[in-house]
């Protein structure tokens, strides 16, 4: 049922996009349920989880944050390891797609 909604979000948000974003999103998405989905989940964390949610939200307060994670700028032991294995181009397609998720 999950993944019904999921999907469904995912192909409305899609219309609404160029094909080269879809590109990025889906590069992104790939990367996002592989890793991030864990702790953050996609569209939102589980209710007992301490996580912040990333779905919806700016493109670029995601894109600074996973950079200042990377370079340690923003510190916390958790996102520095995973941030500091991402390149310039997951970061990209990762903001891109949670940013590109709707919420409601
Ligand atoms: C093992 C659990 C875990 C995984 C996996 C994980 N994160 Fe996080 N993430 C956290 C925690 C804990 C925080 C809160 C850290 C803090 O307070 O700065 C966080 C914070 C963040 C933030 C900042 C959110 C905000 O509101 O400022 C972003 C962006 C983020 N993570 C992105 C990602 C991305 C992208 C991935 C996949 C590459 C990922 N995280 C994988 C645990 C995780």
Known sequence: MNRLVLLSAL???LLSINPVQAAVIF?????AMAVCS????????????????????D???LKTALGQYRDKTR???IMNALAGSL???DI???SAY?????TK
């Open 92 to 94: 990209s397609n990762i």
């Open 11 to 13: 192909t409305v948000s």
């Open 75 to 77: 510190k916390n032991d």
């Open 38 to 57: 864990h702790c953050h989940g996609i569209i939102k964390p589980s209710v007992d989880a301490p996580f912040p949610s990333l779905a919806g939200r």
């Open 27 to 31: 590069a992104g998405k790939e990367k």
């Open 87 to 89: 390149t310039d181009n």
């Open 98 to 102: 949670y940013s590109s998720l709707k």
């Open 59 to 61: 493109l670029t307060y």
